[in-house]
C-alpha cells in the first residue's frame, strides 16, 4: 500500500498548466487584431485623425492584454509586483508614445496607412514584451526544478570571462567581494552563523564557519570540499530548515528572498533559529520599475531564455517578488523584524541589516 501511494503522490513542483508561449503568441495575435480594427475603423469610417486612432486601438490592445492575462494566465506566485494604478499609467505611456510613432510615419515620412500601422505595431510589441510582460512568466516554482539540477560549480562558473560574458563575470565577483566585507562587517570571533539559500557560498573567502541550507545538495558538497561551509543541510524549503531554535547569531539570505514564494513562512523560520539579539542580514536586487537592475536582468533573460535556450531564465530565474527600499521594509516589519540599516550597491543590489523586533510567535 505504501508503494502505491508513493507512486501516485505528485511531486510539489509539478503544474498542468498551457505552455506560456502558446499563451503569448495567442494573446498577441488577439491584441493586434483588436488594435488594427480599432484603429482602421476609427480612421476609415470616423474620419479621425489616424495618430488618435491608432492611440485609441493602442490602449484598447493594452486593456485587453492586462484582462487577458488576468484570466488565461494567472501566475499567482508574484506576491510583490506592480500595482495596478502603475500598470494602468504604463499602458496609457505606451499609448501615447506608439501613436506619436505611428503619426510621424504616416504623416511626416509619406507611409501608408498599412505601412506605418505594421512597423509601430512591431515596435509595439517589443515594448509590450520588455517593459510589461516579461515578469508574468516568473515563476519559483519551475525555476527551482532547474536549479535544482544544476552543477556543483554553476556559480563559480558565473565569476569566469571565458565561460560568461565580462559583465556577468564582473557582476558575480563585485557582489561576492562586497558581500565578503559586508558579513566582516558583523561576524565576530566565536560566533554561528547560517546561510540560507546559500549555494556556492563563494564570499565565504576567509572560510569563516558557516553551516548552509539550501535545496541543491551538489552546490553544498562543492562548497563545503572547497572550504566555503564548515557543515551544511539540504532542504525542499527552507521554511522548514530542522536547524536548532535560537541557535545562530548571525543569519545571511542572499540573493534568495526574490526567489521566495512562502515569504512568511521563511522569514519566520529566520526568526525562529536566530537569537534574540542575533543578526539578519540580507541582500536582494534593487529591483524598481525601469531601474538599472531591472532593465539588465529582463535583457539578459530574454538573450539567455530565448536566445540560448535557459529554461531557468525563461521563468527570470524565479524573481517573484521585486523589492525596492520601501517594500523591503514593510515586508520585514510584517515579519517580526525591524531594519536597522539599508543601502544600495553599484545600483543593482540592496543591503539590509535586521534584527527581531521581539514577536512571540517565531
Not at 494567472?74 to 499609467?89: A, D, G, M, R, Y
Not at 539590509?352 to 523586533?357: D, G, L, T
Request: hydrophobic letters at 40%; aromatic letters at 16%; proline letters at 2%.
Amino acid at each position: 500500500m505504501n508503494a502505491k501511494k508513493n507512486n501516485t503522490t505528485k511531486t510539489p513542483f509539478q503544474r498542468l498548466r498551457h505552455p506560456d508561449s502558446l499563451i503569448f503568441i495567442l494573446g498577441g495575435i488577439s491584441g493586434a487584431l483588436i488594435n488594427f480594427l480599432a484603429t482602421f475603423s476609427l480612421y476609415r469610417f470616423a474620419a479621425m485623425d489616424p495618430w488618435i486612432a491608432f492611440f485609441c486601438g493602442t490602449l484598447a490592445n493594452q486593456l485587453f492584454h492586462h484582462l487577458y492575462y488576468n484570466v488565461v494566465y494567472v501566475n499567482q506566485e508574484i506576491q510583490i509586483k506592480t500595482p495596478l494604478p502603475l500598470h494602468l499609467f504604463l499602458y496609457l505611456c505606451v499609448s501615447i508614445t506608439s501613436s506619436v510613432f505611428f503619426g510621424f510615419l504616416m504623416k511626416d515620412l509619406g507611409f501608408s496607412f498599412f505601412v506605418s500601422f505594421a512597423v509601430s505595431l512591431l515596435l509595439l510589441s517589443l515594448a509590450n514584451v520588455f517593459l510589461i510582460r516579461i515578469s508574468t512568466f516568473s515563476s519559483a516554482n519551475l525555476a527551482e526544478v532547474e536549479y535544482m539540477e544544476m552543477n556543483d560549480s554553476y556559480y563559480d562558473d558565473q565569476t569566469d570571462e571565458k565561460k560568461v560574458s565580462r559583465f556577468r563575470a564582473w557582476y558575480h565577483r563585485s557582489r561576492y567581494e562586497r558581500m565578503t566585507k559586508f558579513v566582516s562587517e558583523y561576524f565576530k570571533r566565536g560566533m554561528k552563523m547560517a546561510d540560507l539559500g546559500c549555494a556556492n557560498c563563494l564570499w565565504n573567502i576567509n572560510e569563516l564557519p558557516v553551516f548552509g541550507v539550501d535545496i541543491n545538495d551538489k552546490m553544498l558538497r562543492w562548497a563545503k570540499e572547497n572550504h566555503r561551509l564548515k557543515d551544511f543541510s539540504v532542504t525542499p524549503d527552507l521554511s522548514r530548515t530542522g536547524l536548532k531554535t535560537k541557535s545562530f547569531d548571525l543569519v545571511l539570505m542572499s540573493e534568495t528572498l526574490e526567489h521566495i514564494l512562502d515569504l512568511k513562512g521563511v522569514l519566520k523560520e529566520v526568526g525562529r533559529i536566530l537569537k534574540d539579539k542575533g543578526t539578519f542580514l540580507i541582500t536582494v536586487p534593487y529591483d524598481y520599475f525601469l531601474g538599472p537592475f531591472f532593465v539588465l536582468f529582463n535583457l539578459n533573460c530574454i538573450y539567455m531564455g530565448y536566445v540560448r535556450g535557459s529554461v531557468y531564465h525563461k521563468y527570470r530565474c524565479g524573481h517573484i517578488n521585486h523589492f525596492t527600499k520601501t517594500r523591503l521594509k514593510q515586508t520585514l516589519a510584517e515579519n517580526g523584524f525591524t531594519l536597522k540599516r539599508c543601502f544600495v550597491v553599484n545600483g543593482l543590489l540592496l543591503y539590509a541589516v535586521a534584527e527581531k523586533s521581539g514577536r512571540k510567535d517565531y
